[in-house]
């Protein structure tokens, strides 16, 4: 890497941002660093170009890595896990792992209907499985020990106003 690309303190600013919180979308860092979401992309495109980051399209919203940083199961991880009400569903499961669809719903402050949405999509990511018992489902944390790991590591409800306690919350 040529010891010039990070002296800029924005361009540096920018790229330890996304070592530090890997998968952040553009209008995150700009808000985080307070700053123009212009300036913001203009840097992240400078920043790809050198391939020093690299970015993955995800459900409207372009998110960012270092390069060679990041496996293909925390990218997964990070896609989702930056999602307000992706991470209350995973936190109230992991609490109440088995938990049903009115359970959750009961939680987890949206519609019936966007909580299946949600749910679909943790599934689909193979992050979620579910159980049928009679025509009741409930829904388990698939790989729970990596997860909590990943959340351990990247922290990303401290990114989430209203969240900064739910890790002391969850362990009591």
Not at 32 to 49: A, G, P
Not at 64 to 80: A, E, M, N, P
Not at 98 to 116: A, D, F, N, R, Y
Request: hydrophobic share 35%.
């Amino acid at each position: 890497m040529p010891q010039d690309v990070l002296e800029l303190e924005t361009r540096r600013n920018i790229y330890n941002l996304i070592q530090k919180n890997p998968g952040l979308h553009l209008s995150k860092i700009a808000s985080l660093l307070e700053l123009r979401t212009s300036l913001v992309e203009y840097h992240l495109l400078y920043l790809e170009k050198l391939e020093l980051i690299k970015s993955e399209k995800e459900v409207g919203y372009k998110r960012y890595f270092i390069k060679g940083q990041i496996g293909v199961k925390d990218k997964r991880y990070h896609s989702i896990l930056r999602q307000k009400t992706v991470l209350e569903i995973i936190l109230f499961l992991l609490k109440h792992d088995g938990s049903q669809h009115k359970q959750i719903q009961e939680e987890v402050s949206v519609s019936p209907s966007t909580l299946s949405y949600h749910l679909k999509r943790l599934l689909k990511k193979e992050i979620l499985d579910v159980r049928h018992s009679g025509p009741e489902k409930g829904f388990y944390i698939k790989n729970k020990d990596e997860l909590v790991t990943f959340l351990i590591r990247y922290k990303p409800y401290d990114l989430i106003e209203g969240f900064s306690d739910v890790w002391k919350d969850l362990c009591l």
